[in-house]
């Protein structure tokens, strides 16, 4: 029989060996703030004078962190993490261009160190989610044109030299209501909540990334193209709106290393296998019973099957831009080389540029599908691409009955030649806006103000011609009441 004989620490290892100290930390919370301690007793840094050339911050100015969705709720892969939002945000939380604004709910102050990390499903929580996902989209599109941290500033709707109000964010805006939207005419966004049918627990579309970066894509492409968002236009103007508020939620994805990581790791580096990148607003979609969200980037619809409905409408252009960037990886991926996520990355961030720049370059009023096609094909050839980029625009959006190439599809596009629309709008449809966000249907964009003006006008004149003047009866001299 063995035995075995216990010897003290000091006995087996080296005096030395030893840490210096009792505390052993490890990587958690109580770590951090020993970390943080220590920091200030035995490395507080050199004293500063008068003549160094940057005065010191306060906590806020770098930047703050917030504990946010990244994806919607119900995405397991992803879930609620710390993101870092740059610039100054003060509590509300609001900045310079997003303000807070919902009544009944006191204003989200930051903590300590100058951060808004809050607790999920509360009031405070749905209130820094909200805001840092509009931030967010905001933000990317602005580095997308500046190709810089700054980024340069993309005005809302209503901005002017004289008018630099900010976006109204209402995260509990419509309460009882399955719905979102963006108004102009409110200069805010609304987002509403829902308990789905045969169910118990709320549904708050504030907290899906999806639909608070789709209603912001609205919000950011009415300040650039004012006229797209009226209903007047033909129904592919209004398929460009929709279909540019759910790019944005993938491009937001895209612009996130972690989510990249995540999609990569899903799909085995496939974009076509199922990834909840191109399932739009998965929560709201198992609410209403589907599978996929609500709406599937990864998808196979032509111009001729969508006819006039806005909705479908979109889902063509966005399944093309889709099509585009699973192509667009494969082409430049290059794992023994680089990551990745990291060509994901990238590849959607140029992406983003591309469509942002060819959307303000095509016509102010009723631009078609083709029109920005065209101006993406110039834009990756001054881009000095490969012409692997242009054959993979014409190719996709070719499929898709858009436009129609002159030579077969697997001979290079020659630069510089432009692409006519095979589809197009017939004169005078009108855009089918039912199935659309809360955004394309509110009244405002559908210019009603003159059959109420008809009907007045109507009124006016049918008491003209029944003697009804306007002019109120006189009364008699004695002052006795008129006769009836």
Request: glycine residues 8%; charged residues 20%.
């Amino acid at each position: 029989m063995e035995h075995t004989v216990s010897l003290p620490v000091a006995e087996v290892l080296p005096e030395r060996a030893l840490p210096p100290v009792s505390f052993i930390p490890t990587p958690s919370a109580p770590y951090r703030q020993h970390r943080k301690a220590s920091q200030l007793v035995f490395e507080p840094g050199r004293p500063r004078s008068a003549l160094d050339a940057e005065p010191v911050p306060p906590t806020y100015a770098n930047g703050t962190r917030v504990l946010m969705w990244k994806q919607d709720p119900s995405v397991g892969e992803i879930g609620a993490r710390k993101a870092f939002l740059p610039g100054i945000v003060l509590d509300g939380p609001r900045d310079a261009r997003i303000v807070f604004g919902q009544p009944g709910i006191s204003p989200v102050p930051p903590n300590a160190f100058g951060d808004f990390v809050t607790m999920p499903d509360t009031p405070q929580f749905d209130a820094v989610h909200t805001f840092a996902v509009v931030r967010q989209t905001l933000t990317m599109y602005q580095r997308a044109l500046a190709g810089g941290d700054s980024g340069t500033p993309l005005p809302w709707q209503w901005n002017s030299s004289v008018d630099t109000t900010p976006i109204e964010v209402f995260p509990y805006g419509l309460p009882n209501i399955m719905n979102a939207f963006y108004s102009r005419s409110q200069c805010c966004l609304k987002f509403g909540d829902f308990i789905p049918t045969g169910q118990n627990e709320r549904v708050y579309t504030c907290r899906s990334f999806d639909i608070v970066s789709h209603e912001t894509g609205h919000a950011v492409l009415d300040g650039l193209k004012p006229d797209w968002l009226l209903a007047d236009n033909p129904p592919q103007t209004g398929g460009l709106h929709e279909s540019f508020g759910d790019l944005t939620a993938i491009f937001l994805s895209l612009s996130q290393l972690d989510q990249c990581e995540a999609i990569v790791a899903q799909t085995k580096a496939n974009l076509h296998d199922k990834t909840f990148l191109a399932d739009i607003a998965e929560q709201f979609g198992l609410a209403l019973g589907r599978s996929n969200g609500l709406r599937n980037a990864d998808n196979d619809i032509t111009l001729s099957q969508a006819g006039t409905e806005v909705h479908a409408l979109s889902q063509v252009f966005t399944g093309a831009i889709y099509d585009i960037l699973a192509d667009l990886f494969a082409l430049e991926r290059d794992p023994a080389v680089r990551d990745d996520a990291a060509v994901l990355h990238e590849m959607g961030g140029y992406l983003r540029g591309l469509l942002l720049r060819a959307l303000i370059a095509s016509p102010e009023h009723a631009p078609g599908y083709a029109d920005v096609v065209n101006h993406m094909l110039r834009l990756v050839t001054e881009d000095a691409r490969p012409v692997q980029y242009r054959n993979a625009i014409r190719n996709r959006f070719t499929v898709r009955e858009v436009v129609l190439s002159p030579v077969p599809l697997d001979q290079d596009h020659v630069a510089g030649v432009g692409l006519e629309a095979a589809v197009r709008d017939a004169p005078g449809a009108v855009q089918d806006r039912r199935a659309c966000c809360g955004t394309m249907n509110l009244a405002e964009y559908f210019a009603l103000d003159h059959f109420i003006d008809d009907e007045l006008q109507a009124l006016a004149q049918w008491c003209a011609a029944h003697g009804r003047s306007g002019a109120p009866p006189a009364l008699p001299s004695d002052g006795s009441p008129p006769p009836a």
